[in-house]
């Protein structure tokens, strides 16, 4: 049996930020050695679908394929890199995933949102589609929400709690760091200056992290910051801290914990992150297996 190479999967409809996601791609499937999946999905329950003729589906199939495949052979002479163009009929985000599956997908970078999404929703809104695919991939999904960005990555910003879930994330923050020879700087966000011990166990694990990542010859800078007293949450105090970085350009995230803190994430830092973020992040659902769960 004949193993499918690994790829990058894009999904795109055309629209600026699908783009912006495309061209994103161009380096990391370099870097890797991965081809890049094009795929464009068809929503079978689209109701503009049902205004059409038989005759008129079929013409607009075809158009959307020819333009797939143009817009793959461009992507193959700009990034270097083999494309495989895919037009496909079915729920978005479940098609996504079956794909991803398929072509034995190692991330899925995407807008975040699609054109149909963008009419009706607030710019720092995450899309029905994009939502559903962070929440159940199980491969790493890099979110695209800004206009704007570097060509490469200088730095990576790892938040860090003191739960073990997080702490996975620090073996995609050293691979990526790898990749494109970035530097990461990992972050703990304080609530309460005057617990000590709470101060103690984040200084502890940050010097671990730090240790940890310099063994492998990355260099790692950490801080804890404290919330600002009138400040919105987590979710900005992160952003914030990136932003003033100025150098910083991918952010990785947990999108969900097995424990208490399950709505931290969810419903509160990760969708805010997300939604808000000029900086492309990386959302990882946690693993049972820790640092060595997952390697390029």
Avoid at 72 to 93: D, F, I
Avoid at 94 to 110: G, P
Avoid at 129 to 136: D, E, K, L
Wanted: charged content about 25%; aromatic content about 6%.
């Amino acid at each position: 049996m004949t193993t499918k190479p690994n790829s990058l999967l894009i999904p795109v409809d055309f629209n600026e930020q699908s783009m912006i996601a495309l061209e994103q791609s161009y380096n990391m499937a370099k870097l890797l050695g991965y081809e890049i999946v094009l795929l464009y999905v068809i929503e079978e329950s689209d109701l503009l679908s049902g205004l059409f003729s038989g005759d008129q589906n079929q013409e607009m199939f075809m158009k959307i394929n020819e333009k797939l495949e143009e817009t793959a052979a461009e992507v193959s002479v700009k990034s270097g890199v083999n494309v495989t163009p895919l037009l496909s009929r079915g729920k978005v985000s479940a098609t996504i995933l079956k794909v991803a599956e398929d072509y034995n997908s190692r991330f899925i970078l995407m807008g975040t949102n699609d054109s149909a999404e963008r009419l009706r929703l607030d710019k720092n809104q995450i899309g029905a589609n994009t939502s559903r695919v962070i929440r159940q991939s199980r491969i790493p999904v890099i979110s695209i929400n800004g206009k704007h960005h570097y060509n490469g990555c200088r730095s990576i910003l790892l938040p860090l709690d003191l739960t073990k879930e997080t702490r996975q994330k620090v073996t995609y923050a050293i691979e990526m760091a790898k990749l494109f020879s970035a530097t990461i700087k990992v972050l703990s966000v304080l609530w309460d200056k005057n617990d000590k011990d709470i101060i103690n166990q984040l200084q502890n694990q940050l010097l671990q992290v730090k240790n940890f990542i310099e063994e492998v010859n990355i260099h790692c800078q950490t801080e804890i910051v404290e919330i600002e007293e009138g400040s919105a949450g987590l979710g900005s105090t992160i952003l914030d801290y990136a932003r003033k970085q100025g150098d910083i350009d991918l952010v990785i995230i947990m999108t969900q914990q097995e424990n208490r803190l399950v709505e931290f994430f969810i419903g509160s830092a990760a969708q805010q992150i997300i939604r808000q973020s000029e900086i492309p992040v990386m959302s990882i659902i946690p693993k049972d297996l820790g640092f060595s769960y997952y390697a390029f």
